[in-house]
């Protein structure tokens, strides 16, 4: 596998691999450069994926962090603050080196659009920085569509055991593509708050989460997550919204509608600063929950948040 160009200071290509073999062979080839190199390595990849790449790299796996993407980057949302950034972060004077496969063949069409803004997004959380990040791609298993934004929202390709330029580069129109308008459930139940409201929908909202199948640690998730969104909605969202929460497909899904715009497309993936004070309500939904899909226009703002009964 050809290397990425010493004078490209961030790097983000994609693999593209039809078969294990070629799978190992490309991983383990960019973990050991990046080990003979100096450079601090991450691993994550769905499971099975991960074991490859463990068998392949042999007593050198001892010195890379290997995390199970399936558990990590369950949601899209959290992988860039707390996989991507956090393993770099740790590193800050060094240039570090990271493969990161958010999508798999798995991943249900609810997820996916989350995913590929992800993907469309790491280019801007992480340009100027001395970072490499290898996104592999299943060819065989993915869809042609998943393949082709591959393409727009990594600089480069690698296939064949060559890498070039792609020539549809263009991250900022995944995530215009995939900003789609977010339609409820009709069988779901609403509430409508303003500021002095605020503990009655979040009593609503553990009510309903509850009836709905939620329990223990996850109906803990789910009120963390609508008191956060809802008080953003009072304080920067027009000052009132409208919860909406159902069950599909074995989620409960909450959904906040509000006046509010995010301008700020890496909003909730931008870890705080350090003495930073605000500005990690919607980072702890990323975290807390499986799926979190966001809409915005200038007409407002939705954000809905998905958690596994």
Same mark, same amino acid.
């Given at each position: 596998?050809?290397?990425? #160009? ?9 693999? *593209?691999?039809?078969?294990? %073999? ?10 050991? $450069? ?52 956090? *393993?770099?972060?740790? %590193?800050? $004077? ?6 990161? $496969? ?14 590929? /803004?992800? &993907? ?5 959380? *992480? ?10 791609? +299943?060819?065989?298993?993915? +869809? =042609? ?13 690698? =296939? ?9 580069? +263009?991250?900022?129109?995944?995530? $215009?593509?995939?900003? &789609? ?7 779901? #139940?609403? *509430?409508?708050?303003?500021? /002095? ?19 223990? /640690? ?17 304080? %920067? ?13 074995? /989620?409960?899904?909450? &959904? ?33 929950? +499986?799926?979190?899909?966001? %809409? ?14």
């Amino acid at each position: 596998m050809s290397s990425v #160009a010493v004078e490209e200071v961030f790097a983000h290509p994609a693999l *593209f691999y039809s078969s294990e %073999h070629e799978y190992v062979r490309e991983t383990v080839s960019f973990v050991r $450069e990046g080990l003979a190199a100096g450079e601090p390595v991450a691993v994550a990849v769905p499971g099975p994926n991960l074991e490859l790449i463990r068998a392949g790299l042999g007593t050198d796996a001892g010195d890379v962090r290997l995390l199970d993407m399936t558990e990590a980057g369950r949601n899209p949302g959290r992988i860039i603050p707390r996989v991507l950034r956090g *393993f770099a972060d740790a %590193h800050p $004077e060094r240039r570090v080196r990271i493969i990161g $496969e958010p999508i798999w063949a798995g991943r249900s069409a609810v997820e996916y659009p989350a995913c590929a /803004q992800h &993907e469309a997004l790491i280019n801007a959380a *992480f340009t100027g920085r001395a970072v490499t990040i290898l996104c592999p791609y +299943d060819e065989a298993g993915l +869809d =042609a569509d998943v393949l082709a934004d591959a393409r727009v929202t990594h600089p480069t390709v690698i =296939a064949g055991g060559s890498e070039d330029v792609s020539e549809s580069y +263009d991250w900022r129109s995944v995530v $215009e593509r995939y900003n &789609e308008a977010l339609v409820p459930a009709p069988d779901a #139940a609403a *509430f409508a708050y303003g500021a /002095q409201e605020l503990p009655d929908v979040r009593h609503f909202a553990a009510g309903e989460a509850a009836r709905l199948g939620l329990a223990g /640690q996850r109906l803990q998730d789910a009120e963390l997550a609508v008191a956060e969104l809802t008080t953003n909605s009072v304080v %920067h969202g027009g000052g009132a919204g409208t919860l909406r929460i159902w069950a599909e497909a074995g /989620q409960v899904v909450c &959904e906040v509608r509000d006046g509010g715009r995010l301008i700020d497309p890496l909003a909730g993936r931008r870890p705080p600063e350090r003495g930073q004070i605000g500005g990690r309500g919607l980072m702890l939904v990323h975290y807390v929950a +499986d799926l979190v899909r966001v %809409h915005t226009s200038d007409e407002g703002m939705t954000i809905r948040f998905y958690l596994g009964m």
